[in-house]
């Protein structure tokens, strides 16, 4: 009966709670009917001296009930691995809802909702690295730089090859002008993904910040040459041009040496 209503009871989402509850108890009530149909044993006085003693149920009911014993636990952890199982399953198949609901967020700029849906997505899967990446950007665009770096140092934890992580790690140091770090970063994102203009971009911006202009401008040619996005095409022929009218012609060298 109690088998009966846990089953019934799994069967209604609200009542899946109780459901493995009365399972519990279910295989607990089932173990020690084992034990008791194994060591129920009944006395019978012989004599006034002797009294002697027999289990109450044939040896093959006993056999049964024995083999249980060992049956019913061996039952409890599959049952606990199903419903282990059963719940990891359900929760990967919300992960992308979390993840959309997430990726909208950051792109309407409500960063602190898109903070929570990575933060749940994370809890549902701890070795996607994107989650960590696209949570560390809102640390960013909120200005929580520690928070943010935290978030990419443990996506190259999981993956040391991540370029993503490398860039907008590098962004973050050079947002707290430390443009030495983010070249280091930015270097290693190209390293890892040539065809990416982004960090090529953001290098271009630290190199022209720390003096070389040179440097600079190569990657700004780099970037029209690999992409005609606007995104990065537009900033870098900008800056490109701001270099290069910056910088003194061959000709004027000539007329002045």
Not at 18 to 38: E, F, K, R, T
Not at 89 to 103: F, V
Not at 123 to 135: G, L, Q
Not at 235 to 253: C, G, Q, T, V, W
Request: include cysteine; aromatic fraction near 8%; charge should be positive.
């Amino acid at each position: 009966m109690t088998a009966l209503m846990a089953l019934m009871a799994l069967g209604r989402r609200r009542l899946r709670v109780v459901g493995w509850g009365l399972v519990n108890a279910s295989a607990v009530l089932a173990w020690v009917g084992c034990l008791a149909i194994s060591e129920c044993q009944a006395q019978e006085n012989l004599t006034p001296m002797i009294t002697a003693r027999s289990h109450v149920y044939d040896d093959v009911s006993r056999e049964v009930a024995q083999a249980g014993l060992f049956a019913v636990p061996i039952l409890g952890v599959l049952v606990l691995a199903t419903k282990r199982k059963l719940a990891f399953n359900r929760r990967r198949q919300l992960l992308s809802t979390y993840l959309r609901i997430a990726g909208k967020a950051l792109y309407d700029g409500d960063f602190d909702r898109a903070i929570a849906e990575y933060s749940i997505a994370i809890r549902v899967d701890p070795a996607r690295t994107d989650s960590y990446v696209k949570r560390g950007q809102a640390f960013l665009e909120k200005g929580n730089y520690d928070r943010a770096v935290a978030d990419f140092n443990r996506t190259l934890v999981i993956d040391p090859e991540c370029a993503a992580a490398y860039l907008n790690r590098g962004i973050v140091q050079a947002a707290r002008g430390d443009d030495q770090a983010a070249l280091v970063d930015f270097a290693r994102a190209i390293a890892l993904n040539p065809s990416m203009a982004s960090p090529r971009l953001h290098r271009g911006l630290s190199l022209a910040k720390v003096g070389d202009a040179e440097g600079a401008a190569d990657d700004f040619r780099r970037i029209l040459k690999l992409t005609n996005h606007s995104d990065f095409t537009e900033p870098a022929r900008f800056h490109l041009k701001m270099i290069e009218d910056s910088l003194p012609s061959a000709e004027s060298d000539l007329m002045t040496s």
